[in-house]
């Protein structure tokens, strides 16, 4: 009885025991439930109310702030209602760059220019967009097509008005110019300061563009070649290119009173300030003097790595044993991308088909103005892989001219061509000597110009049709006004071409400084 008891007893004291254990237990958890809670209610807190940022002056934050890039000095700014009224006074500066592309378009050139000196991300949007304008493929795009070059964006208008600010032709121009840079050409000391720029990567040219011209009254001596090229030396235009020459990638070099001894001398001492240069146009002509050929095989010429546009169209040599260009090419020939030349350049008994074949293997784009009978037997001959070729005028003078060889021009570069410019009118009796049925299909060819007054032959739908299939635009040149009858005329090319998707007329008036642009597409017409 006792010990039955007992055993009641002890069973009743242990679920005690285990009942206040557990109260215990869960009052203890509870209570560290509350200590965390409290805890992460604290560091909240901490993260949503950080220390003042009026901790730092707010010049030092702006300091701080101007370094960012303005892409991430947006996300800063939109981060809290504090900071961006904290950097309200750096919004305008540092967020221009990020609408400049946009407002390039729309601005004033003069605006455009003076939003360099708003803050150094503008300035660098700026300067690269120019340097963009500015390349080999743009230049080039400029030569060929002055006419649409008119109508580009404002950006080109810009290049072409900064581009005068750096015509060097007039001596007052370029003295005016070196007074500023503080560059002395009566005194041999500043030969050696003009090596050193006046600040760290100094560019003065903003389109990377220089026109010069060799003929300024500056005959040296004649008595000894040593104490001629030292004289040359402290000439005004070296001392200017020994200053700023890395900067300059295209080059227009002028002579107008001939090429002679001196002025090829002075054109070598040049170009050796300028290894960076890219585009190299030569204008004047080549007068036979005493030794020229000699003179030419022992020349050095600077190396020029990074050549690759030569634009000989307004160059000529006034004898038919032409020595400079044939030297040119073979000196720089292998790196050329793009040759813009008169025909008459290939009438020289120097610039043979071996030669050209040998000397420039890497040609891809070639303009020729005032074909001759020479250049086109010559270019129907040569093996370069071509993408964009374009022929401007011909030489009416030119008696032995067979017009019909030009489709057999085209026809070599057939298979590598991409765009294709014939701005010469061929009448079909002229086509049909050559029979443009022996033609190749150009599989490659996406743009086709050609003027105007084509449509109304025989021949071109033809020839379009058969051998242009994959065209996806068709550009029409003309000096006259579009009439309805040309834009009807023109839709043909939609029912024989399923590729053509464009057919733009670009008119030039003789008689006007402006163009215009009429633009049909398959089912819309846009004017501008």
Known sequence: MVISWLNRLKIKLKNYFKSSFKTKTMQHSVSKEDEMEAEIKCQKKIVEYPPNISMLLPEIWEDIFSLLPSTDFLTVINSCPEWRELLASRRTSMLLPLVLPILKEYLPISSLLHCRG????AKNVIDETLTEHSSPLQYFQQVSCKDEWLL???????????????????????????????????????ATNASTPTSENANPFLTRFIKLSLDLGENPAEDEDDETISQLRFRPRPLLLAKFGTAVSIFTCEVTTGFERFNFLRMLLLLTHLPNLKVLKIVGSLEEWEEEAEYLRVAEFPELEQLETLDLEEFSDLHVEGALVPTLFKHYGSQLKTLICSGRLFDATTITV????????????????????????KLSKVDWQLEYLQFQDVLWSDRRLNLGQILQVVNRFGKTLSQLQLFVLLSSEQVNRFDPSKMSIMPKLKMLSTTLGNLNTTWFWKFIEDKCCHIQELGLHTDKIVTPIDEELAKRGFRLLPTLNRIAFKTSRVDSSSSHILVIKRHTVIES
């Open 118 to 121: 708003v803050s150094k991300s």
């Open 152 to 190: 580009q964006s404002k950006m080109h208008q810009m290049v072409e008005t900064v581009n005068r600010k750096y015509d060097f032709r007039e001596r007052k121009v370029l003295d005016k110019f070196l007074t500023h840079f503080s560059i002395n050409s009566n005194t041999h000391s500043s």
């Open 354 to 377: 071996t030669k050209l074949n040998i000397y420039l293997p890497n040609l891809s784009y070639l303009r020729v103005k005032a074909v001759t009978s020479g250049a086109l037997f």
